[in-house]
T-cell receptor, first 113, second 111 residues
Framework: DAGVTQSPTHLIKTRGQHVTLRCSPI?????VSWYQQVLGQGPQFIFQ???????GRGNFPDRFSARQFPNYSSELNVNALLLGDSALYLC????????????FGPGTRLTVT | QKEVEQNSGPLSVPEGAIASLNCTYS??????FFWYRQYSGKSPELIMS????GDKEDGRFTAQLNKASQYVSLLIRDSQPSDSATYLC???????????FGSGTKLNVKP
């Protein structure tokens, strides 16, 4: 079975722009979570979605938003990009919401210049 | 105070030795615990999950959980150079659907 897929792999944006990152979970998984990982740190939780509903939110500004589609794929949107948004953005899927095992995709490397 | 604390390392062990990685967490409401391995430039890979006190073994890996002391550890037996990576501890709070990761411990296994 295919694992979690993310697109694009790399992205370069300018400050103030908007970006959309995409994720497809493992087949049969209904929950998707988004993380931001800055070099040298662990992933930081942004959102968790289950059955198209937001189930959890981390301490990120309102510039960050996400949604989940009927096929369980998900988008992460970031508005008004800042230099500090440069990071690896990871998507993880799990069979359910809450404390279930999460499996990560390869990530999207975002560089803001 | 950080939710999840790990020694950043690096932890260096010789090939064939036991590597011991530790993690402490601050919230007694934590219910699920995970260890991930992350190679440089790659995404985290799930190694083990543990939900109740005690030991859980899977091949060369053993996870240990002590909720009273609020720590979780990972033992790697017969360490191999291919085990050299950063090991991330993660804790989730089921009722709030949030996951917290430590900053990771870098492990170097020397041939």
């Amino acid at each position: 079975d295919a694992g979690v897929t993310q697109s694009p792999t790399h992205l370069i944006k300018t400050r103030g722009q908007h970006v959309t990152l995409r994720c497809s979970p493992i087949s049969g998984h209904k929950s998707v979570s988004w993380y931001q990982q800055v070099l040298g740190q662990g992933p930081q939780f942004i959102f968790q979605y289950y059955e198209k509903e937001e189930r959890g939110r981390g301490n990120f500004p309102d510039r960050f938003s996400a949604r989940q589609f009927p096929n369980y794929s998900s988008e992460l949107n970031v508005n008004a990009l800042l230099l500090g948004d440069s990071a690896l953005y990871l998507c993880a899927s799990s069979s359910d919401s809450g404390g279930y095992e999460q499996y990560f995709g390869p990530g999207t490397r975002l560089t803001v210049t | 105070q950080k939710e999840v604390e790990q020694n950043s390392g690096p932890l260096s062990v010789p090939e064939g030795a036991i590597a011991s990685l530790n993690c402490t967490y601050s919230d007694r409401g934590s219910q699920s615990f995970f260890w991930y391995r992350q190679y440089s430039g790659k995404s985290p890979e799930l190694i083990m999950s543990i939900y109740s006190n005690g030991d859980k073994e899977d091949g060369r890996f053993t996870a240990q959980l002590n909720k009273a002391s609020q720590y979780v550890s990972l033992l790697i037996r017969d360490s191999q150079p291919s085990d050299s990576a950063t090991y991330l501890c993660a804790v989730s709070y089921n009722n709030f659907n949030k996951f917290y990761f430590g900053s990771g411990t870098k492990l170097n296994v020397k041939p």
